[in-house]
C-alpha cells in the first residue's frame, strides 16, 4: 500500500502495520467530507480522524441529517473511490490557508488554522477538486479502498464542549480487501451478542441509573467478581514488593498547580470550594504519591521504592462519550510510582512489562505495545525527553518485545509505553501503560541519599495494568461473553434440587461446598429442572450440581459443566469432595 507522507514522499506501508492503517482510514475520512460537500455544499466541515476502528467526521448540516442522507453519502465515496484519484500534498502559509478557507466559509477550519503558531507551514492533501488542511499522512490513490461502509450517525460537540456548537458526527469503516470488510461485520455482530451492558444486567453485575450518568452501580455479584480482581491485584503486588497506599479523593489547587495538572489537565478534573479554598477532585492519583514519598527519607538502599494504589478518580466524560464500563466518570485506577536510581531504570521498567505480561496471559489476552512520544504541550528538557525514550527503547529491544512509534502522544510530562490487549473476538483494548517522568520528582523536589552521601533526585515511573478496573470488567465480560473462569466466576456452582423434598439435603451440600471455600447458590423454586437448569445455563454458571433421590441416598451429587461439548457436560455422580478438588485444582 503507497502511503503519502506531508513532505511528499510516497512510503510502502502495510494496512495491517498501525500508520498505515490510520492513513487508509485518515483518507476514508477525506473521501467521506468530499462526497458530503457534493451533495451538501453547504455543510461546514469541522474535523475527522482516523479512529481506532475506522474512521469518522463532524460536520456542521443546514438540516437534520438522516440515514436517507447517509445512504446517499456511501454511494457518493463508492463513486468517489471509483474515480481514482490520486492525493497530492502542498506547503503553504498559515496566511494563505486562512484565506483559502475563508473563501469557502469553513468557519471551523479557520478557527483551527487560527490556534497554529504563525512561522509554521501547513500542509494541504488535495484529491480531485476536494482540499483538506492536514497533516496526514494518506495513501496515495483513492482506487486503494476497495470496501467502504458508513455505519451510524451520533451527535457531538465542537472540541467536546456542551456549550459549543452541536454538530452531527458520521462514523465509517473500510478496508483494502472485502474479505476483511466481512470479517469486521461478522465481528460487529458478535460483539452485539457479548455487549457488557446486556450481559452486566442479566448476570447481575452492575447497573446504570439515571441518577448518575456514567456513574456505574455495582450489584451483589459485581462486587464478588470486582473483589476477586483486586484480591488477585493485591497478592500479585505484594509478590513484587510493592507497598500499597491510599491517598485522598479531593486535595487543594496549589498541589495540581504545583504537579502541572492544572495547567495541562484542567479540562479533565471536576472542583469544587472548601472553605474559600479551591480543590479538585483527583483525575489519577500521582501527585498524591508524591505526598507520601515526602513523608520517609530514602537512600539507595531503599531504592526501588515502589507504592501501589487502588485509587478512585473522577474525569467529566461528556455525556454523548459515555458507553457502559468503557467509558465511565467514575473508575478504580490500579496505579503504582516507581521512585529508581537512574541506573535502576531499564531494569525497572522491564520488570513492569514482566509484571503486565503475566496478568495478560491469565486472562489470555495477547498484546501489542505502542511507543508514545513527546507531545507538544510537553514539559521539561529535550535531554531528559531523549534519556527517558531511549530508556524505554532499551528496555524492549533487550527484552524482544516488538513495538509501535505513535509521534507525540505521549504525556505532558513523560513518554510512555501502551499496551493494546486483544480480546477474543479481534478488537484491542488499550489498557496498561508505563510512563517514564523526569518532572514530578523535581517539581516536588524530591531526593535520596546516595551512596556518595550526596542528594540526589530519583526517576519515576507511573504505570498501571488493568488501567480502569471497571473498564477491564467489561473487556471481561465481553472477552468471555459472561461465561467466566471458574476462579473469577461469582458463582461456581448452581444446587438444582429436583424437587422441594431434596431441599434439606441440599442445604447441606451447600454448607460443605462454603466451608470449602466454594461460591455456591441454590435454586429453590418450584419448578423442573429442566427449567432450572435452563436458568443456570443463562446464568453462565461453571457447574450445575443435581441432587435427588438417588444423591440423597448415597451422600453424593451429580454434576454438569457449562465448558464442554453437549454430550460431555454431563459429569456423572461424584463425591461432594471431588467437585471440591475440581475447582480449587
Known sequence: ??????????????????????????????????????????????????????????????????????????????RIVKESLSLQVYKVSKKEAQAYMQERQEDYKVELIQSLPEQEKISFYKQGEYMEFCSGPHISNTCQVKVIKLLSISGSYWKGDEKGKRLTRIYGISFPKASQMEEYIDMLEEAKLRDHRKLGKQLGIFALMEEGAGLPFFLPKGMILKNLLLNYWRELHKKEGYQEISTPIILNRGLWERSGHWDHYRENMYTTMVDNTEYAIKPMSCPGGMLVYKQGQYSYRNLPLRLAELGLVHRPEKSGELHGLMRVKEFTQDDAHIFMAEEQVEEEIQRVAKLIDAVYAKFGFPYYVELSTKPENSIGSEEEWELATQALQNAMDSMGIPYVINEGDGAFYGPKLDFHLKDSIGRTWQCGTIQLDFQLPKRFEIEYIGADGEKHRPIMIHRVIFGSVERFIGILIEHYAGKFPVWLSPVQVKLLPVSNKYIVYAEQVLEELELSGIRVEMDIKDEKLGYKIREAQLDKVPYMVIIGEKEQKNHTISVRQRDADTDK?????????????????
Open 569 to 585: 457436560q454431563d459429569m456423572g455422580e461424584m463425591p461432594i469432595s471431588r467437585l471440591v478438588e475440581i475447582i480449587l485444582g
Open 1 to 78: 500500500m503507497k502511503v503519502l507522507l506531508k513532505n511528499g514522499e510516497i512510503v510502502e506501508e502495510g494496512f495491517e502495520e498501525l500508520e498505515g492503517k490510520k492513513a487508509f482510514w485518515h483518507t476514508s475520512a477525506h473521501i467521506l467530507a468530499q462526497a458530503v460537500k457534493r451533495l451538501y455544499p453547504k455543510t461546514k466541515c469541522a474535523i475527522g480522524p482516523a479512529i481506532e476502528n475506522g474512521f469518522y467526521y463532524d460536520f456542521e448540516f443546514e438540516f437534520s441529517f438522516s440515514e436517507k442522507e447517509l445512504i446517499a453519502v456511501e454511494e457518493e465515496m463508492k
